[in-house]
Structure formats: structure tokens, C-alpha cells
């Protein structure tokens, strides 16, 4: 089609184009005339022939806080659900724009004289024969000559986030076109995002989702069942295997959050058919090397191998690796089928097409290479033996889906198996630690502060009135590193808590009987300092019983004498409690109920008591840490916020989180407020009710969450069906119920998809000490990430541009 190179000479201004009958949209679009289209925000735009896509300029308020206008195409009867955008990251100022066609290209031009604001890239055709350009139903907006059938040029071509039936991603040869989705900015700003889909073509073919360019979530066979894989001479493409009808049209869209989601929609509904990713253990090698998520969110060695070692892990986690347990020979024999997995990353793998189970098994024994095979589907209908050398990287297994993999294994490690679990204290601690970060703890002053003070405060005590005060100069106050070293007698092993992402945390003792827990900082952890740096002078300033304390900060030139020291806490994190089934720590109603009161007294002090307003982010059990009296503490500033000047919202870079914890906006449109740790309030709330993990129900994919079942039983009055058995078995006192039921209704009221829906947490507070007494009834609770899958009807939440966008 494009072939013709010599053409480069400028054909006299041709203009043709396209006209509008006033005022009316134009069907088809297929009409020529010899003046530009004028479209504007609120009257013209053209229709495909069947009415069911629409051209035409649309307002977006962008990240800045500045509008912008988008030449765009959108499902005619759900406006807000643009498929594609020509000028996304090039908005005109105003609501006005001229489309035409000139030197066999379309061009975009605003108000302005300057240079137009979208083009496409055509080699100019000396070519009498008149253009047209048209929007056809399928969503598809082409360019080409109007006797011909071929496109000049077309929209499939360019994807913005929506992949649509019959359009194409991956590799083009002939074209030498790569397409790929890039998310939104942010649900309110088309600009580009960070997130891209795009096609690997690793052996076997499969998507990846990259988060600025590093991959986070590699596809499975989930999604391979969605779509059909061509490889070709010309092409190695995804599309959708979904035929498509005026009824009905089925999109795939790569969400301002980064997750895959396959919405239909009909008439003026949508539904979620499909949603990538599920769970924890989809993040791209979320357990390491040789390692596989397992079905209950935990990371497994695989066959052969054994944990042992600890290695960095982002800023503040650390993680063990998976090691053999004997080196492979050249003479193995052995292989373990593992059932049920998502098969490694094929970057380096090696594929055999064609080639059955026992000839693979056969290649692999005699590649002293080969760690592993498997037999696969190769997307363009056969399948054949995929042998992967080295390390296997990024692996999962299932419930029920899943392929065989085969593991080489030496002779003595068949069936030999040792899992370590990493206590959560040490995590928790590690957690709350690392955000701070890359500061150390200038005591020496604290020392004569204290001393030359009758009673000096206690770490765990709940601060006198005047304490906060003290503490608020301890941050520009140094510490002597000789105080700290002695105190954690010399950084020993024995006092070693755990490792982080940027040091080692040691448990120690303060000449005064203090407890603390230290953080050392490696050497080469410097470069951290300035982004933390103002998180840091948040937490070291909010101070309040129920938040775990920092116990001042400052730096030093000397980057492997940084030390941070935090209150040490005793009693592990909330989670150990919960979701104990050993029978081990039992915590009976009246425990639990205290525990909950102090949340919320926490999250009301970062909420609105504190001098900044703070949002957590990340409220899950295990983030709550108990003190020996069983006070919570509320840990793990690392993902905090805090709201600027009269700001109420804020806009996160991407959704933020744990999942089962994240709030609808937060995961869907990466806006956050306080009614987001509301939200993960209500889930914990519910959680420490039920005794039940709300990620647990994850694996049931069939639309099940603990919020939905916890909401059908309060609707029925059988709220204490849910109750954890093990307060059940502590026969409770009428009372009790009476607080359970109540518990049940505001976490209810907490989990509503609507943040205007869920209650501040200083009226949960009224709430659960009744002194209000009437509570609402709740809602529905909103849908869990993976609850969409089996695709509930569910309305859509239409982003406010809906109201802005409908050109007609
Ligand atoms: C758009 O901008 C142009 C030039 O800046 C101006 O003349 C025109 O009135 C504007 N149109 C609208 C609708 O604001
Ligand atoms: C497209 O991707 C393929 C394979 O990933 C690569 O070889 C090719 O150079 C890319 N083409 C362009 C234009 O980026
Ligand atoms: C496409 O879908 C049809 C019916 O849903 C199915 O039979 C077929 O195997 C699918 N094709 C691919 C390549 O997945
Ligand atoms: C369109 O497709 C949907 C779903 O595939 C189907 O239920 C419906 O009957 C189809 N309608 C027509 C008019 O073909
Ligand atoms: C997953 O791994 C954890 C820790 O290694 C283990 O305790 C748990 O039993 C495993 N779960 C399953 C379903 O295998
Ligand atoms: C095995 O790996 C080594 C080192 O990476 C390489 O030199 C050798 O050629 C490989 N052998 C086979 C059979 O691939």
C-alpha cells in the first residue's frame, strides 16, 4: 500500500473533504466535499452507519488541573467509554476543531494557525482520485480512496488503551508497526499513562503489562483463552476471539490502573467478563527465581529447591531465595511433575514445535542445561516441548487451572520439600521501618533530655500531652551511633530481627530499659534520602498512642552509621491473631473489640487530628502492630499521603495497595481520600469479625467475596453465622452480640463502593461507642477486585467526563 517512496513531491494543496449537512451528525461518514469539518465539543461529530461508535471532540480535565479537548472515539451509548484518541497527548485549548484532508492525510488543526495539533503520517500520493474518510461499526476510523477497498490509513492501527474486536496488537511486519496499549494517565486524564500492554513474542507469545517499562504482570492462559494468537510471515498479533454484533460489543482495555479488563457492553450496560490481575501472585516473579506463589498467596521453593539466603527486595522488604539443594549432573534422570501451574517466563526457553511429551522429556535429559519442560499450546494451534535452561522465573500455581510443568531434579531430592515462613513480626517490623528509611536516630540528647528530666517518658506509654512536643524537636536533634551500638551489643546476629530492603534490624535495649528496634542502614542505601525525606518529618511528627512510634531522625555523612530507631512492639502483628488456626492465640470479643476501637482512634488522629492530614493507604491486619498490653499501633507509612491545603482528594501515580484492601476509586481511577482507608477499615473490620481473610475467597472465582457473603447474612438478620467460631465457642454475652451486630452493620457501611457512602471514621467511632443511635442500613458492599470475573451485572461507574463529553 505505502510502497511508493518516490512520491515525496508536494501535490498542490488538495483538499478534500468532508462536509456536514448543519447541526446533524453525519452517518457514515462517507460523504466528500471540498471543505474542512469543523467539529465542535457540543454539536458535530460523526456516527457509524449502525449509530453504535462516535467521532468527535471531548473535554478531559487533565492530572495539572487544565482542560483539554481530544479528537476521540466513543461507544455512542455510553459516552464515557472512549475507545480511542488521536491527539491524546496533544489537547487543544479549546472546544472547537477543523478535520481535513490535505496531501492524502488527516489533519487536526485548532483555532489557531500554528501547526495542527494531530496528524497522520502519510507519504504524500500524487493521486487525483478523491479521499474519503469514514467511521465504520466496528470502531474502526479509516482513511482511503474512495473507489478502493483498502485502507490508507486506519485507527486500528494506533491503539490508545481499547483493544476492539477485529483490531490487531503486536507485531506488524509489513508494516513495521508495534501495537500496543497504553493506559490512561489517570481515569480523568487521557494523556498517556505509565502502564503499556504490549505483545512478547518470548517463544511463546503472551502479553505483558509493564509499569514504566518494567514488566508487573505477566498474562496466562486466562487471557490466552480470550484471544486469538496468529504468527505469521506478515504478523505475530493478538485479538480478541469475540464476534461482535450491533447489540453487543465486547472491549479490552488496559485500565488507568494497569489491569487488563474485558468489559461488554450492551445496550446502555457494562459488564466485566474478564479481569487480569487476580491476586498478589500474578506481579511478575512475585516469589524469585525457583520460587511459585501458591494457592494460598504464600511463595513456595520449587522441587529441588530449599530457601536459604535473604536479598533486598524494593525499598523496605526482604525476601529469601530459593537455592538447590544439590547441584544438577549431567547424568539426571529424574523429573517431578508439578500440576497446575502458570509455566515460567520463556524468555530463554527453548521450543521444539511439534515435538510430543516423551520426545521433549528425552531433548531435556540430554541438554545438561534443561531445568525443566513442558508440552504447550504455541497460540497458532499446535502445541509442542518448551525447555526452559537456568532459573525459572515467574511462576504461580492454581486451583484447577494451570499446565503440567516437569522439573529436573537430582535423584536424592525427589519428593524432599521444606518450606520457611518468615515470621510476620519481623516483616511488619522490616515494613514499618524501611519507609522511614535512610535516617538515623541522634540520641545522645534524648539521653540528657531524659536524665536531667524526673520522669522520663515511656517508649510505649501513650505520650503525656507535653511529650509530643519533645518528640517534635527529637528530629533535628543527632544521635550518638556508640548508644545505638551498645545498645543492640554491636549489631550481633543474635539481636538481628530480620534484614530490609536497605539494612538490618536489630532488637535492643537502652541503658534507661527501653526496648527499641534499630535499623541499619547499608552503605549503599544514601540515595533514598531526599525523595524520604519529608515522609520521614511526617512520621517523626505525628505522634499518638495507636501509631508505632519513629524515635527521631537525622543523617549523617557516613551512610553505613545511619540508624533509624523505632518502638519496639512485642506482640506481633493483628493478623497472627485473626487468622491463627492453630489455636494458639486466641483473642476473645472483648480484645478484639479494644483493638478496633484503637484503630479507629488512630486513623481519626491521621485523619483529621494530626497537623497534616495523612491517608494510610495500606490498612491490613498485618500492618496493625500489638503492643504487651494489646494496643494497636498502626505501622507501615510506606505508601502514606497527605492532603495539601483544602485539597480533599488526591490522585495517585498508580493504584496503590494491597489487594482486598484497596478501595474502589483508588483501584479503579487512582484517586484516594479518606473515605479510602475507610474502606480498608471496613474489609480489616469484617475481617477481625469473620476471622476470615477477604483475600481467602480469591480462589473461589465464582463471584464470592467475605463482603458479599458477610452482606448476605446481615440482610437475612444472620449476622452471627460469620462470627469466627472461636468466639462463638467463648459463649458470648448478649452484650457482646449486640456489639458484633453493630461491628458488622459500620463495617458494612465502611466497604460501599461510593466513598460520599461510607462514614468518617470519627462517626464510626459514635458509632461503636453508641452514641449515635440510629445507623444507616448499608448497601451492597462494593465488588472486590476479582468479584467482576464471572461478570455481575454491575452499572458502570461513569467518570464525571461522561457529562462534558457527548458530542452530538
Ligand atoms: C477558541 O480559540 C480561538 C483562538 O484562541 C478563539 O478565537 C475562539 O473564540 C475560541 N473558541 C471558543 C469556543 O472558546
Ligand atoms: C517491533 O517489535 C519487534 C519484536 O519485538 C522488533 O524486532 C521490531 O524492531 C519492532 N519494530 C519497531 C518499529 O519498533
Ligand atoms: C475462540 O472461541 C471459540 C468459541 O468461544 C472457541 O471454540 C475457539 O477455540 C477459540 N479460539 C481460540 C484460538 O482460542
Ligand atoms: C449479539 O451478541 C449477543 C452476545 O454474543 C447475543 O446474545 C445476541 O443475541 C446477539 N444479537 C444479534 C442481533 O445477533
Ligand atoms: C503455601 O505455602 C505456605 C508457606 O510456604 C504453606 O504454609 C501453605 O500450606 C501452602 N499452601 C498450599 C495450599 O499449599
Ligand atoms: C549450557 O550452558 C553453557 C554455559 O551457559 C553453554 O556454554 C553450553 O553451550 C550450554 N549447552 C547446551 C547444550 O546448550
Redesign the pocket.
Known amino acids: 500500500m505505502m510502497t511508493d517512496n518516490n512520491s515525496y513531491t508536494f501535490f498542490p494543496l488538495f483538499l478534500l473533504v468532508v462536509s456536514f449537512v448543519l447541526s446533524k451528525s453525519i452517518n457514515g461518514f462517507s460523504l466528500t466535499a471540498r471543505e474542512p469539518v469543523k467539529l465542535s465539543e457540543d454539536k458535530r461529530s460523526i456516527i457509524s452507519p449502525d449509530e453504535i461508535f462516535e467521532l468527535g471532540l471531548f473535554k478531559a480535565t487533565r492530572l495539572s488541573g487544565i482542560d483539554g479537548w481530544y479528537l476521540g472515539i466513543w461507544y455512542k451509548r455510553l459516552p464515557a467509554t472512549v475507545v480511542w484518541i488521536a491527539n491524546r497527548d496533544h489537547p487543544l485549548s479549546n472546544s472547537t476543531a477543523t478535520l481535513k484532508i490535505s496531501n492524502t492525510n488527516l489533519f487536526l488543526d485548532d483555532e489557531q494557525s500554528g501547526p495542527p495539533v494531530w496528524k497522520t503520517n502519510l507519504i504524500n500520493h500524487i493521486n487525483e482520485e478523491p479521499l474519503v474518510a469514514e467511521l465504520l461499526d466496528n470502531g474502526n476510523f479509516v482513511l482511503r480512496y474512495s473507489n478502493r477497498k483498502s485502507f490508507l490509513w486506519q485507527s486500528f492501527d494506533y491503539p490508545t488503551d481499547t483493544l476492539l474486536p477485529g483490531m490487531k496488537l503486536g507485531w506488524d511486519r509489513t508494516k513495521n508497526l508495534n501495537k500496543t496499549l497504553t493506559s490512561w494517565a489517570s481515569l480523568y486524564d487521557p494523556s498517556s499513562g505509565n502502564y503499556d500492554f504490549e505483545i512478547e513474542n518470548w517463544k511463546v507469545s503472551h502479553g505483558l503489562i509493564t509499569n514504566t517499562g518494567q514488566p508487573e504482570f505477566r498474562t496466562d492462559l486466562s487471557y ?6 496468529a504468527e505469521t510471515e506478515e504478523e505475530i498479533s493478538h485479538s480478541l ?2 464476534t461482535t454484533n450491533v447489540s453487543s460489543i465486547s472491549i479490552l482495555q488496559l485500565t488507568s490502573a494497569g489491569a487488563l479488563r474485558l468489559t461488554e457492553l450492551i445496550g446502555g450496560e457494562k459488564r466485566t467478563l474478564f479481569y487480569f490481575p487476580n491476586d498478589r501472585c500474578d506481579y511478575y516473579n512475585s516469589c524469585g527465581e525457583n520460587s511459585y506463589c501458591n494457592t494460598s498467596n504464600n511463595c513456595e521453593c520449587m522441587a529441588g529447591f530449599q530457601w536459604g539466603g535473604q536479598y533486598a527486595w524494593g525499598l523496605t522488604k526482604s525476601r529469601q531465595i530459593c537455592v538447590r539443594k544439590s547441584q544438577l549432573s549431567c547424568h539426571e534422570k529424574e523429573f517431578k511433575k508439578i500440576r497446575n501451574m502458570k509455566l515460567p517466563d520463556t524468555e530463554y526457553a527453548i521450543v521444539d514445535i511439534k515435538v510430543g511429551l516423551e520426545e521433549c522429556e528425552k531433548r531435556c535429559l540430554k541438554n545438561c542445561n534443561c531445568t525443566a519442560f513442558a508440552i504447550t499450546d504455541m497460540g497458532n494451534g499446535g502445541s509442542g516441548c518448551v525447555m526452559w535452561t537456568g532459573d525459572l522465573i515467574d511462576l504461580r500455581s492454581y486451583m484447577t487451572e494451570g499446565q503440567d510443568l516437569y522439573v529436573k531434579l537430582p535423584a536424592d531430592d525427589l519428593g524432599g520439600k521444606r518450606n520457611i515462613n518468615i515470621k510476620p513480626i519481623i516483616g511488619s517490623i522490616i515494613g514499618g521501618l524501611g519507609l522511614l528509611g535512610l535516617v538515623i536516630l541522634c540520641y545522645w540528647l534524648v539521653i540528657t533530655r531524659n536524665r536531667s528530666k524526673s520522669n522520663s517518658p515511656s517508649i510505649t506509654e501513650p505520650p503525656s500531652s507535653d511529650s509530643s512536643k519533645v518528640f517534635e524537636d527529637w528530629g533535628s536533634i543527632c544521635m550518638d551511633y556508640d548508644v545505638i551500638a551498645t545498645a543492640t551489643e554491636n549489631f550481633s546476629d543474635s539481636n538481628t530481627l530480620g534484614k530490609g530492603g536497605h539494612g538490618t534490624v536489630y532488637k535492643g535495649q537502652l541503658p534507661d530499659g527501653h526496648k527499641i528496634a534499630v535499623k541499619k542502614m547499608t552503605a549503599d542505601s544514601k540515595g533514598g534520602l531526599t525523595g524520604l525525606g519529608n515522609e520521614i518529618n511526617l512520621i517523626a511528627k505525628v505522634q499518638h498512642s495507636n501509631l508505632i512510634r519513629l524515635l527521631g531522625s537525622c543523617s549523617t555523612s557516613r551512610p553505613d552509621h545511619n540508624l533509624l530507631v523505632y518502638e519496639y512492639v512485642e506482640n506481633s502483628s493483628l493478623d497472627t491473631y485473626i487468622f491463627d488456626t492453630t489455636g494458639q492465640y486466641v483473642l476473645n470479643w472483648e480484645k478484639r473489640f479494644e483493638i478496633i476501637k484503637g484503630i479507629v482512634r488512630g486513623l481519626i488522629y491521621l485523619h483529621q487530628d494530626s497537623r497534616f492530614r495523612i491517608i494510610h493507604l495500606d490498612l491490613k491486619p498485618n500492618n496493625i502492630l500489638l503492643d504487651k498490653k494489646m494496643i494497636p499501633k498502626i505501622s507501615d507509612f510506606g505508601l502514606a499521603q497527605t492532603l495539601e491545603g483544602n485539597a480533599t482528594i488526591g490522585f495517585a501515580r498508580t493504584a496503590v495497595g494491597t489487594f482486598g484492601y484497596i478501595a474502589p476509586e483508588l483501584r479503579n481511577d487512582n484517586v484516594y481520600s479518606v473515605k479510602s482507608d475507610v474502606y480498608s477499615f471496613g474489609v480489616m473490620l469484617l475481617e477481625i469479625v469473620s476471622g476470615k481473610k477477604n483475600m481467602e475467597f480469591i480462589k473461589n472465582f465464582d463471584g464470592t467475596s467475605l463482603l458479599r457473603i458477610i452482606w448476605d447474612s446481615w440482610s437475612k438478620g444472620e449476622v452471627l453465622e460469620i462470627v469466627d467460631p472461636v468466639l462463638k465457642d467463648s459463649s458470648l454475652s448478649s452484650l457482646q452480640e449486640e456489639e458484633i451486630r453493630r461491628c458488622v452493620q459500620i463495617g458494612l457501611l465502611c466497604v460501599h463502593e461510593s466513598p460520599e457512602d461510607r462514614p468518617t471514621m470519627t462517626l464510626v467511632l459514635s458509632l461503636l461507642g453508641k452514641e449515635v443511635d440510629f445507623i444507616d442500613r448499608p448497601k451492597p458492599p462494593a465488588e472486590t477486585e476479582w468479584t467482576g470475573i464471572k461478570g455481575e451485572a454491575s452499572t458502570s461507574t461513569a467518570p464525571p467526563i461522561g457529562s462534558t463529553m457527548g458530542a452530538r
Open positions: 490466552s483463552n480470550l484471544v486469538n494468537i476471539n469475540i
